[in-house]
């Protein structure tokens, strides 16, 4: 079942003053399924953080549409935006985006909180997931007393609570330490095969890698796509290497 659709995305940023305008992004089109893993990898300014914000509602097209479950999120009007993200997206940042003054479990509960549930019912859903990320004993921690593995399990808890459509992860690895990294990408791993649709934006060959596919993008374009299929982890590491190199070198793709 198709759960996202994107059809011919164009995205042009304008300067204040109408004289310079940057297009980020030319005729995006395809589709994500229910339960898949799809990481987007590309150069700085290719296009691939306008296309997540967009994917967001955190930004608008110039012109195309996209599509969750059927609904043009392009259209929802800017009051319904914060109660559309709440209830369908979930999110994990490079910098987590924890609060400071806040525990783990009060910025675990935080987007329940503002779509106004009770205490029991937040408790309820945080325990299973809190045991099974591995963090139910840190719970009453302030972010800066835990390590940042822990900061970005407590980060994934967040998203996770709100039982979302879709996870969009920014870079997620980016701050970890090569342990931390694994182990967040096993966790994925694990969320993704209990049928969680899973979006990534990501510079790492080994976190794309852990993806079903992989789209690549170049000059605000998809310059070529990976599936997984039956591939082993090392040789889809290979293929995504290859590819990136290609892109980055000027290479045409394949076809």
């Not at 525990?103 to 779509?115: A, C, K, R």
């Not at 980055?248 to 076809?255: A, V």
Request: avoid cysteine; charge should be negative; proline fraction near 3%.
């Amino acid at each position: 079942m198709v759960m996202l659709e994107v059809n011919n995305l164009k995205k042009v940023y304008t300067s204040r003053f109408g004289g310079n305008k940057v297009q980020a992004l030319t005729d995006v089109s395809f589709s994500v399924e229910e339960g898949e893993f799809v990481a987007f990898m590309g150069e700085s300014g290719s296009g691939k953080t306008t296309l997540l914000n967009i994917l967001a509602s955190l930004d608008r097209p110039t012109s195309g549409y996209v599509k969750l479950m059927g609904e043009d999120i392009t259209a929802i009007p800017d009051s319904r935006l914060a109660a559309f993200r709440r209830e369908n997206l979930g999110f994990v940042f490079q910098d987590f985006n924890l609060l400071d003054t806040f525990s783990l479990m009060d910025n675990i509960f935080l987007p329940l909180v503002l779509s106004g549930r009770n205490y029991a019912q937040m408790k309820v859903r945080l325990n299973p997931i809190a045991r099974r990320l591995g963090i139910d004993d840190i719970l009453n921690k302030f972010p800066y007393e835990v390590s940042g593995g822990q900061k970005q399990r407590a980060a994934v808890a967040r998203a996770l609570i709100t039982d979302p459509k879709l996870i969009l992860a920014d870079e997620p690895t980016g701050a970890l330490d090569s342990k931390a990294s694994d182990n967040l990408l096993n966790l994925f791993d694990e969320i993704n095969g209990d049928g969680q649709t899973i979006l990534m934006v990501t510079h790492s060959v080994k976190a794309a890698s852990h993806a079903k596919r992989v789209l690549f993008i170049k000059d605000g374009r998809i310059f070529h796509q990976i599936y997984r299929g039956q591939m082993g982890f090392e040789e889809m590491f290979q293929r995504v290497s290859d590819t990136l190199t290609l892109l980055t070198t000027g290479g045409e793709k394949d076809e």
